[in-house]
C-alpha cells in the first residue's frame, strides 16, 4: 500500500476512534521506515562486500549490492583520505533499488589522479566494510603502472586463495578478464568424473537461466571473503568471458529467443555485480582507458559479436580459414583500430581480452576453434593492423584455458620467424581445473609451439608492470586451491623491452 493510501487509512481508522493521537503517529513513523526499507534490514545488508572500478584519473565507480531486502533502501555512501575516515572528502545518499538487484554504483568525479581513496556504505545502523581504491595516473604521469591479470574462478574447484593474494599486492588495478562466474548446476557425485569427486564447494541451484538465477549465483560467488578481499583492496577493470552467460556463446550466431531472454538475464546481472556505471547497462563492454604516458589499455569484447565456432566448435573443416571470420565485429574492429592510431604515443598498447591469441597446436594434434585460432583471418587482419601502424609495444592479455601462457605472436602466428608483432601473457585460472600439477602437457605443447615460451598448469594470477623501461610479467602459482591458505610462488618472469615484441626471460 503506498504511504500516502495507508497515512489516510490510519488517520480514518483514528477518526472512528480506534487509533488516537501517540499511537496513529508512532503508527506512521513506522509505515514511514517501512517504506524507506529501513525496518526490513534486521541483519547486515553488506554481506557481498563492497567494490570499486574503472579507474580514471579523475573518476571512479563505487559499488556494493545488498542483501536481506525486497525494498528500496536508502543508504548513505562516504569517500575519504583515509581509512579511518577523519578527512571525509564527498558524502552522499543514494537509493538500492530492487530492480537493480540492490546494487549501488556511485559514480565518484573530480578526484586528484594518482591517488588513493577510502569509501565505505551505511544504512539503517549498519556499516559497510572500507574498500580502498585508485585513480588513475594524469595524462602526462611517466609512472609505472602495475596490475593483475586474473580470471576463470569455477566455485566448485578451489578456494580462492589467489584472490587474497592479489589483495595483498601493491597494484593500481585488477583486470578480470572474466569466467567470473559458472553457470552450471551443482554438481552431485553421481555426475562422476573428476569434478564431481574433486569439488569442494557446491553451486547452489540449478543451472542459471533466469534473472533471479544469475542473481544468485553471483551472490554465492561474492560472499567469498577472499573475493571481497580482492575487491576491497583494488578497483577492477571487468571483462566478461562465455560463462558469464553459457559455455562458449557467439554473439554474432543467429539468435534464438530464448538464447536473447538468457544473455539479457546474465549481463545485466552482471552489471548489478560490478563495479560499473549506470551508463554500460546498455553501452558495449568493449572500452579504452589510459595510464598516463605509458599504457593505452584497450578492453575488447571477444564474445559478444563474434561468429559462431566454425565446424561446430571442433575438429579442421575449411570453414576455419573463411576470409570474413568475425572475432571482434566489424563496429568493434574499427573502434579498436582507430584507438590504436590515436594511442601511438603510449609505450604499450594493451589488449586486454579473454582468449588466447597466439596459435596453439594443442597436445592432441587439434587447434581449440573458440579461440583465435578458430578465427585466423580475423587474427590476421588485428595483425596487420599492428603492423600497418607501427605499433611496437602490442601486448595482448588473455585467460580462459586454465594455463599460464607467454608467447610472441608473429605475422605469420605459425612461423616464429616473421616478424614479431605483439607479445602476449595467458592468465592461469584462479581455481578453474582444481590443483592442477606442475608437468601436465607441457614437453608436448612447448614442443609444438616454438613461440609458446611458458607453460604452467597450477592455478594462480599474473602480475604486470608497465613503465618506460619494459613490460615485466610474473607468473604467480598456487601449490593446491583444494585446500585454504595456498602460498604463491613465481612460477616465471618475463621482460618485454618498449618497441621490440618478444620474451626476455628474467
Ligand atoms: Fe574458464
Known amino acids: 500500500m503506498p504511504v500516502d493510501s495507508a497515512a489516510r487509512h490510519i488517520l480514518a481508522l483514528d477518526r472512528r476512534g480506534a487509533l488516537r493521537g501517540g499511537m496513529a503517529l508512532a503508527a506512521l513513523a513506522a509505515l514511514a521506515r517501512s517504506a524507506r526499507g529501513e525496518d526490513r534490514l534486521r541483519e547486515n545488508p553488506f554481506t557481498l562486500g563492497v567494490a ?49 538487484g540492490h546494487s549501488l554504483h556511485i559514480e565518484l568525479g573530480g578526484l586528484a589522479p594518482a591517488s588513493t581513496y577510502f569509501y565505505r556504505f551505511r544504512t539503517a545502523g549498519f556499516l559497510s566494510p572500507v574498500g580502498r581504491t585508485r585513480t588513475a595516473p594524469a595524462p602526462g604521469s611517466d609512472a609505472t603502472f602495475r596490475f593483475a591479470n586474473a580470471g576463470c574462478q569455477h566455485f566448485e574447484h578451489g578456494h580462492f586463495t589467489a584472490w587474497r593474494h592479489i589483495a595483498e599486492a601493491p597494484l593500481d588495478t585488477v583486470f578480470h578478464y572474466g569466467d567470473y562466474i559458472y553457470e552450471y548446476r551443482g554438481l552431485r557425485p553421481e555426475d562422476g568424473g573428476w569434478a564431481a569427486r574433486s569439488r569442494i564447494r557446491m553451486h547452489e541451484g540449478g543451472e542459471t537461466l533466469t534473472l533471479a538465477d544469475y542473481r544468485a549465483r553471483h551472490a554465492q560467488y561474492r560472499a567469498d571473503p577472499d573475493l571481497q578481499a580482492a575487491h576491497a583492496a583494488h578497483p577492477f577493470i571487468v571483462s566478461y568471458d562465455d560463462h558469464e552467460v553459457s559455455n562458449d556463446w557467439a554473439g554474432g550466431a543467429p539468435p534464438t529467443a530464448e538464447f536473447v531472454l538468457r544473455r539479457t538475464a546474465a549481463l545485466k546481472a552482471w552489471w548489478e555485480a560490478m563495479p560499473l556505471p549506470r551508463a554500460m547497462l546498455d553501452r558495449p563492454a568493449y572500452r579504452r582507458f589510459r595510464f598516463g604516458r605509458q599504457v593505452a589499455f584497450h578492453v575488447l569484447d571477444t564474445r559478444g559479436y563474434r561468429d559462431a565456432q566454425p565446424c561446430g566448435g571442433r575438429g579442421r573443416c575449411d570453414a576455419i580459414e573463411r576470409p570474413d571470420a568475425q572475432m571482434l565485429g566489424p563496429v568493434q574492429e574499427a573502434w579498436l583500430n582507430d584507438g590504436l592510431t590515436a594511442a601511438r604515443d603510449a609505450t604499450w598498447q594493451v589488449l586486454a581480452q579473454q582468449i588466447p591469441l597466439m596459435r596453439r597446436h594443442l597436445a592432441n594434434g587439434a ?29 595482448a592479455l588473455s585467460g580462459d584455458v586454465h594455463r599460464a601462457l607467454a608467447a610472441t605472436v608473429h605475422a605469420d602466428p605459425d612461423d616464429a620467424g616473421s616478424t614479431a608483432l605483439a607479445t602476449e601473457f595467458t592468465a592461469t585460472s584462479v581455481t578453474s581445473e582444481g590443483d592442477g600439477s606442475d608437468s601436465a602437457g607441457r614437453p608436448v605443447l612447448l614442443e609444438r609451439n616454438p613461440h609458446i615460451q611458458h607453460f604452467g598448469a597450477r592455478r594462480g594470477f599474473t602480475l604486470h608492470e608497465a613503465g618506460a623501461r619494459g613490460f615485466e610479467a610474473s607468473f604467480r602459482a598456487l601449490p593446491f586451491v583444494s585446500r585454504p591458505g595456498a602460498p604463491h610462488v613465481e612460477e616465471a618472469r618475463f621482460h618485454v623491452e618498449p618497441g621490440q615484441p618478444g620474451l626476455h626471460r628474467a
Open 367 to 395: 587447434l581449440s576453434l573458440d579461440k583465435w585460432d578458430g578465427y585466423p583471418a580475423a587474427r590476421a587482419r588485428l595483425l596487420a593492423a599492428l603492423a600497418e601502424r607501427r605499433i611496437g609495444g602490442a601486448v
Open 52 to 100: 570499486s572500478g574503472e579507474p580514471r584519473p579523475d573518476s571512479l565507480v563505487l559499488w556494493t549490492r545488498l542483501t536481506g531486502t525486497t525494498s528500496p533502501v536508502p543508504v548513505t555512501w562516504e569517500a575519504a583520505g583515509d581509512d579511518r575516515f577523519t578527512r571525509i572528502l564527498r558524502r552522499g545518499e543514494a537509493t538500492a533499488e530492487a530492480d537493480d
